[in-house]
């Protein structure tokens, strides 16, 4: 048995960009193994007004890395006298991912918020910084039981169509939101580590940024 | 050295926790990693140096923490209604061998604060003379600001996260407990690993698997003293019966607004004549 | 300063017992643009006054810092040397905020900041700062109000204010001291405002110099459950806007009392008159503070003090 700096703390975290709206969704269960640590542990961190981050997977990583964001984006502040914007600080977290590239912050992020045009954007990453904007996007423990489901249910128009187009989902704003609570119900009925509940945050430039807590399955 | 080699399964996201590859006894996980395996591994060794050259030329190569030597089990913590409750055997167990049987394993940090710890005694006495020098610190500034149970969290999740990131951990599972004057009573633990966690109860290790059904179906934060002892004590009691590694010698701490009790060490009543302790196979009919 | 063989470096007593090197940093402060700072029970106050280049071709200089959420600074002296400091302080809080997840208190702050003062006026190598800093900040033990100096010697206030006629506030501020614990945000901003304007310049009637304005002030508060603000332009047009509708209100009443009393008893209206001629009297100004208006000193007429 040799000793692992890494460990799965699992959960599962959504996000949709929109026409005037942005949600980061992110569930709440915090596990080890078989056991369930706490049922109320936020993945979510709010940088500021346009940006938000959820990170799923390694939870001492997680704090970590959100505390260094946190850092950075208040220094930034200080310096700019403005916050950083959205893509900004995705491309921030890239780099700050690749600059720990041979021992990863073991965290599966995803950074969305508002750009300067007021359109929801959303960057989805992987351990290391490759990242990509997207419309939508789907990290963690039930990310293969959830992403199809968006695929299917956003109606967002395809990446592969040309010329290409803004890759934001058609649906209002509600519609968006009942379609992440169906996804986290759905995940938590099979996946072991999404559950107890979901933090349901909602970017608008009219109301800022605004929290929901949905309940999800205890066991 | 390090296994990040591993890392393009780790890409691919979910579980990769199987529960075929990890048992309980096996799996690398932080919780469980300092209740030691009775399984075929070796349970004192400190895992050679790669460096056998730097071994060979006669200086003593590095050694990290691999395995704990003398450890304490499961720590208890609940909120109640004016403060919180914390509890701990006194064992330090050598594996499986009970040696030592009257570990202290709750710390007083300040008036508002205390740790207890399961996992390798050694670094814990280590982790304590850090939060000693943090107390004299804060008594030589001189200026009313003592540190709150929330900011020794904190302090303590670096502390642990950044030896987990030299590949040296301190080998426990850490509760911290107290009161706060502006943001109430506090209760929040740390693993070797940097995982951290607050809530309204807390267990580590066989706890978090015994004691903390107990805790999810009874604990509420405003129960009054009387009660969460009685609740206290009935999880250490299940904790007795089940877990091979604790005895029966006892702390039990509270901090409430006026300051930090440790109680002096004491024992539960048990039960061991029910019939089906006395004859266990009686009842079960058929097989073994 | 005259010239004298035991101030040509820091490290080199003079007979006396003096480092001129030192006195001269100190020196620097007073001729810095003046601030005021005070606090009460909840709250910490400062107000500065800009210097520009020529307020006609530049804009000001900016000498009000925010360091964190919970602490502000005002810098007199070499605003270059502020901002290093300013520098500093940020990366000390964001640090302990990395930490433990807390505010810095402020008292730890003044002291690692002085501490770093000092460290300069001890080293053959280096200068000391430049600067005085007025520090407000709110931790668990309430609201602060520091002054740091050159020397690396600091200490806690009510009131002070300090730079280029800083004396002029400090008499304002000792007059109304009593006030200052119990009154409310907004008389207390005002009262920095008020305290600040003391120090403006020479006073003549119609002297624009003399007056605050919304582009030659800035204001920062900071206290419980308020994260620092800091206010400039029109945000501090409000305050300043109001204590000088404020000063004609009492103006206007005075020229009245002072005229009807004339023309009541021609020989006591004389004797009050003689030597201020647009004074409040004695008892109108009572009057005015007994209502709760926190009247000013009588402004204009006295001579001010140089700092």
Redesign the interface.
């Known amino acids: ?10 959960g599962t975290c959504i996000a949709i960009g929109g026409e005037g709206y942005c949600i980061v969704a992110a569930s709440t269960r ?1 596990s ?4 369930i ?5 936020s993945m979510i961190l709010p940088v500021n007004s346009k940006c938000l981050i959820a990170s ?6 997680r ?2 890395l959100h505390k260094v964001l946190t850092f950075r984006s208040e220094n930034y502040e200080h310096f700019h006298k403005k916050p950083m914007s959205c893509p900004a600080m995705a491309q921030m977290l890239g780099n700050t991912l690749y600059y720990k590239r ?3 912050y ?1 965290t ?1 992020n995803l950074c969305a918020g508002l750009d300067d045009q007021g359109l929801g954007c959303v960057y989805t990453y ?3 910084g490759s990242h990509e904007r997207v419309g939508y996007s789907c ?3 039930g ?2 039981l959830v992403q199809p489901v968006l695929d299917n249910q956003l109606k967002a128009p395809s990446i592969l169509e040309l010329p290409p187009k803004v890759a934001v989902t058609s649906l209002s704003k509600d519609e968006a939101i009942e379609t992440v609570k169906i996804a986290f119900s759905a995940a938590s009925e099979r996946d ?2 999404t559950g107890d509940a979901v933090e349901i945050f909602v970017m608008t430039p009219e109301h800022g940024v605004q929290k929901e807590i949905l309940p999800l399955r205890r066991d | 050295m ?3 080699c591993q ?1 393009p399964s ?2 691919a ?5 199987s ?1 075929f590859v ?1 048992s ?1 006894s ?8 300092h209740v030691p ?1 009775s ?1 075929s ?1 070796a349970p004192f060794s400190v ?1 050679p140096s790669a460096d056998h050259a730097e071994a060979s030329a006669g200086a003593e190569p590095r050694k990290h923490t ?1 395995y704990p030597y003398v450890t304490g089990n499961s720590v208890l913590a609940i909120k109640y209604k004016d403060g919180v409750l914390m509890a701990a055997d006194m064992l330090g167990a050598y594996g499986s061998t009970k040696r030592y049987k009257s570990v202290q394993r709750i710390l007083r940090v300040n008036d508002t604060t205390i740790v207890g710890a399961s996992g390798e005694i050694s670094d814990f006495q280590y982790i304590s003379n850090l939060l000693d020098e943090l107390m004299t610190q804060d008594f030589c ?1 001189d ?3 003592t ?2 149970p ?2 020794v969290h ?2 303590l ?2 502390v ?2 950044n030896r ?2 030299k ?1 040296d ?1 301190l080998w426990n599972s850490l509760v911290v407990a107290g009161v706060d ?2 943001s109430g009573s506090f209760v929040g ?1 740390v ?1 070797m ?7 309204s109860h807390v267990a580590t290790s066989f706890g ?2 015994l004691s903390r059904p107990l805790f999810r179906e009874f604990q509420r934060d405003d129960m009054s003293l009387e009660e969460a002892v009685s609740l206290m004590q009935e999880a250490l009691r299940v904790l007795f019966y089940r877990d091979k590694t604790s005895i029966n010698k006892y702390v039990l701490a509270k901090v409430e607004s006026s300051g930090v009790a440790i109680s002096k060490p004491f024992a539960l009543d048990t039960k061991w004549d029910l019939k089906a302790f006395v004859n266990p196979s009686k009842h079960a009919v058929g097989s073994w | 300063m005259f010239r004298n063989q035991y101030d040509t470096d820091v490290t080199t007593w003079s007979p006396q017992g003096r480092i001129f090197q030192v006195e001269y940093a100190m020196e620097a402060v007073k001729q810095g643009g003046c601030a005021v700072g005070i606090r009460n029970k909840t709250h910490a106050v400062i107000a500065a006054l800009k210097l520009s280049q020529d307020a006609d071709l530049s804009s000001y200089q900016k000498k009000v810092f925010k360091i964190d959420n919970h602490v502000g600074i005002a810098v007199s002296g070499l605003i270059a040397d502020g901002r290093i400091l300013c520098r500093y302080m940020r990366n000390e809080c964001l640090n302990h905020k ?5 505010p810095l ?1 402020v ?2 702050l003044i ?1 690692d900041v002085a501490d770093r003062h000092q460290v300069a006026t001890a080293r053959s190598w280096k200068r000391p700062f430049g600067v005085g800093l007025l520090c407000i900040g709110h ?3 309430g609201p602060h109000l520091f002054q740091t100096c050159p020397s690396g010697n600091y200490w806690e206030y009510y009131a002070i204010a300090m730079g280029s006629r800083s004396q002029a506030s400090k008499t304002y501020l000792e007059k109304k001291l009593e006030d200052f614990e119990s009154c409310d945000l907004d008389a207390l901003v005002k009262h920095a405002l008020r305290a600040l304007e003391e120090s403006c310049g020479t006073r003549k009637k119609d002297d624009k110099d003399g007056k605050l304005t919304k582009d030659n002030c800035t204001v920062a508060l900071v206290g419980e459950g308020n994260p620092l603000l800091v206010l400039d332009g029109e945000d501090v047009a409000q305050y300043v806007d109001a204590i000088h509708a404020e000063q004609e209100e009492q103006a206007v009443a005075a020229t009245a009392a002072a005229a009807a009393e004339m023309s009541i008893d021609g020989s006591q209206g004389r004797d009050a008159t003689a030597d201020m001629p647009d004074a409040p009297t004695g008892g109108a100004e009572e009057g005015a503070a007994a209502a709760g208006e926190d009247a000013p000193a009588s402004e204009g007429q006295q001579p001010m003090e140089e700092g």
């Not at chain 2, 996201?13 to 926790?17: L, W, Y």
């Not at chain 2, 690993?193 to 809530?199: F, K, W």
């Not at chain 3, 990395?98 to 807390?102: G, Q, T």
């Open positions: 048995m040799s000793w692992s700096p890494y460990d799965l703390n699992g915090l080890t193994g078989f056991s640590l706490t049922a109320d542990k799923a997977g390694f939870d001492g990583d704090s970590q041979f021992f990863p073991y599966f992987d351990a290391i990290q963690g423990s990310k293969d072991i580590y | 390090i296994p990040h890392l780790h890409i996201t979910g579980p990769h926790v529960p990890s309980p096996h799996a690398g996980r932080a919780e469980d990693l395996s399984g591994s895992a691999t500034y200026d009313g600001c540190m709150t929330k900011e904190a302090y999740c670096r642990m996260y987990r990131n590949m951990p004057k502006t633990s693993g690993l940097g995982t951290s966690y607050t809530d978090n698997h | 990395f930490v433990y997840e807390s208190p008292s730890r002291r931790d668990q033990t």
